[in-house]
């Protein structure tokens, strides 16, 4: 069992940036996938970024490439989305997501098995 928790949402005026952070809990957070997703109001939700771990792949959405990096410090099982540029149509609930096999841009949100509350992304002009 994994849980998650996302921290550093907030309010961000359009064109800036902004970091989120996911703390997992766990002994192998290395070994699992760990991504993002968002959920905009009245949208599904969509992948966003993910790390594969150990494999070392990492996968984008393609209207976050260039724009969004995701990286994670094993030591602390943690996992980062920052976010520049963002736009006031990417606001959303971001949610942290984890599992043993990986997941990208083609995968389900349904297909994931672990998922955190998600925090809060609210673009301003």
């Known amino acids: 069992q994994v849980q998650l928790v996302e921290s550093g949402g907030g309010l961000v005026q359009a064109g800036g940036s902004l970091r989120l952070s996911c703390v997992a809990s766990?002994?192998?957070?290395?070994?699992?996938?760990m991504g993002w997703f968002r959920q905009a109001p009245g949208k599904e939700r969509a992948f966003v970024a993910a790390?594969?771990?150990?494999?070392?792949?990492?996968d984008y959405a393609d209207s976050v490439k260039g724009r969004f990096t995701i990286s994670r410090d094993n030591a602390k099982n943690t996992v980062y989305l920052q976010m520049k540029s963002l736009q006031i149509e990417e606001t959303a609930i971001y949610y942290c997501?984890?599992?043993?096999?990986?997941?990208?841009?083609?995968?389900?949100?349904?297909?994931?098995?672990?998922w955190g509350k998600g925090t809060l992304v609210t673009g301003s002009s």
């Open positions: 997501a984890a599992d043993n096999a990986f997941f990208g841009g083609s995968s389900r949100y349904q297909d994931v098995d672990y």
């Open positions: 766990g002994r192998t957070f290395s070994t699992y996938a």
């Open positions: 790390d594969s771990g150990s494999a070392a792949y990492i």
